[in-house]
């Protein structure tokens, strides 16, 4: 049995990109992650130690954004990488990350980067 845990829309404002002039103003990132794992456990015992902790998903996802890169991919792997090991129930872990205001011609909402991945449990 599989269940989710899905963070919705997490604003974090950071300094992300390419150019000289996004590490300096930087701007909002928006995250959307979802997490599989067998949760049901949880159902009966009521223990936060028999589920997935969004509140430290959450703090990873805070942590990851603090680190200046260049590239969205490269965030979303420090994600995928930092999740699998502090959950390792984790079977599965789709990340999509969006900059709201990319220096490129055009009006837009922003631009994302969406990854998922399998992971196969030992």
Known sequence: MTSKIILENLKIYAFHGVLPEEKIIGTTFILNVEVHADLWKATE????????????????????????????????????KKLQVSFPQITFIKIKLTKTNPPMRGEMDGVSIEMAKEIHTK
């Open 45 to 80: 015992t009521d223990d936060l130690q028999d589920t997935i902790n969004y509140a430290a998903v959450n703090d990873i996802l805070h942590a990851e954004m603090s680190i200046p890169s260049q590239l969205l991919e490269h965030i979303i792997g420090r994600i995928f």
